[in-house]
């Protein structure tokens, strides 16, 4: 059998976009997405860097005393940037063992009066213990901000997302389901925090045409290139090349830097978003179904653990997060799927403090648990177009590497 897939499969799920979707208009992005979830109404913003930017400014603004925001150990590197751009610190904090949510005494550890936030993450449409880090967080008097990034259609408890904290955000980035190549959307419950967030959002967003044109043009990319024949150019090549030069951090797009770009967000590509957003709750229920048919064959191999939903949650399925028994053993899959095209990949490279670049952003500290989860765990996108036979020759690998 071939060890290259002929068409490249993308690492996530993203909603592919239709010619019909790139005609001019003006559509209220924002709105149609809160009806969607049954959301109040939504703040848009240039990216979901940008979106937790607003809910850190507005809160610090709040209590300038507070200077400390309490992240997973295990994260988007963008999230430590967006804390160390809005003038605040990073505490990273261990997550549980072969789990990317807070480990509950480490949490308590990690939250003291200094603490202005803490940001229970929704990994790859995995709903976080949200409960547990409000209880952590109202013990200080510091406000819950839900990172939801990567989970956006993702419910707990019979409502969205984002509504258990006292705001949450979503990213609308490349890759993360519906997207407008970048945006994000931002969420409160309490309708006076939620004003105050529209004014800092206006004031951080100003008109900017250079960052508005290259975003019109990367979203007119993503639709181009988005599908199987496309993404073995978008994708698959640069990341066989930064493969080769050993870089998985540029591998896997990880290499960020600051300052992270604040604008506006354009009429089109909110015109463009709003059409491609009628077609999202079928597209995450297409999802939901092919995780109902590769799940119980994934968990049945030994050795083999599958992120699924938290009692009482209905999360998305952007991609399945694995953890495997041994790095040697996740190492040997990823040595054979990683460049093979099947969109089998790695979530974040490292655990926060082990980036070279965050090094004086992210203080450098011990997170066991992080960094253990960052050598065991794998990814693989649950696109449409991951057939039954990618699955099955997937699961052959993880079989016969397993040592
Ligand atoms: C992508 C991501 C972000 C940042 O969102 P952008 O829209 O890319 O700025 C934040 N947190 C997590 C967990 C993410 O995956």
């Known amino acids: 059998m071939s060890a290259h897939r002929h068409h490249e499969l993308p690492p996530t799920a993203g909603l592919p976009l239709q010619l019909a979707d790139l005609w001019p208009g003006r559509r209220d992005l924002a709105t149609l997405v809160a009806t969607q979830i049954g959301s109040p109404p939504l ?60 480990d509950p005494d480490s949490l308590r550890k990690a939250c003291d009066e200094r603490a202005l936030a803490v940001v229970p993450t929704h990994i790859g449409g995995r709903v976080a213990d ?74 951080l967003a100003r008109p900017d045409f250079h960052w508005q044109s290259r975003r019109c043009l990367g979203l007119l990319g993503y639709w181009a290139l988005y599908r199987p024949r496309g993404l073995r150019l978008a994708y698959g090549r640069p990341l066989r090349r930064a493969l080769r030069a050993n870089d998985p951090v540029r591998a896997v797009g990880d290499d960020f830097s600051l300052p992270l770009p604040l604008h506006a967000v354009g009429t089109w590509r909110q015109a463009v978003g709003a059409r491609a957003a009628v077609r999202l709750p079928d597209f995450l229920y297409a999802c939901l179904e092919r995780a109902r048919r590769h799940v119980p064959r994934l968990k049945a191999i030994a050795g083999v653990r599958v992120l699924e939903d938290a009692p009482d949650t209905f999360g998305t399925w952007p991609f399945f997060l694995l953890v495997l028994e041994s790095s040697r053993w996740r190492d040997a899959v990823l040595e054979r799927l990683w460049p093979a095209g099947f969109g089998v990949s790695r979530l974040f490279i490292h655990a926060l403090p082990d980036y070279a670049y965050l090094r004086g952003i992210v203080p450098g500290m011990d997170v066991p648990n992080a960094r253990d989860f960052a050598a065991r765990s794998l990814t693989i996108g649950n696109s449409p177009w991951l057939t039954d036979a990618d699955m099955d020759r997937i699961c052959e690998v993880l079989e016969r590497t397993r040592s």
């Open 43 to 102: 703040i848009l913003t240039c990216s979901g860097s940008a979106a937790f930017m607003v809910a850190l400014k507005t809160l610090a603004a709040r209590n300038p005393q507070r200077r400390r925001v309490v992240v997973p150990a295990y994260t988007c590197p963008l999230v430590a940037l967006a804390v160390h751009q809005a003038g605040l610190e990073v505490v990273p904090c261990d997550v549980r063992r072969s789990h990317f949510d807070f």
């Open 130 to 203: 949200v409960a547990d880090a409000r209880a952590a967080a109202r013990a200080v008097g510091a406000a819950v901000i839900e990172d939801a990034a990567q989970s956006l259609g993702a419910r707990a408890h019979h409502a969205s997302v984002g509504l258990d904290g006292d705001m949450g955000f979503f990213s609308l980035a490349m890759g993360k389901g519906l997207t407008i190549y970048e945006g994000g959307l931002l969420l409160a419950r309490d309708p006076r925090l939620r004003s105050e967030l529209v004014r800092t959002a206006h004031e």
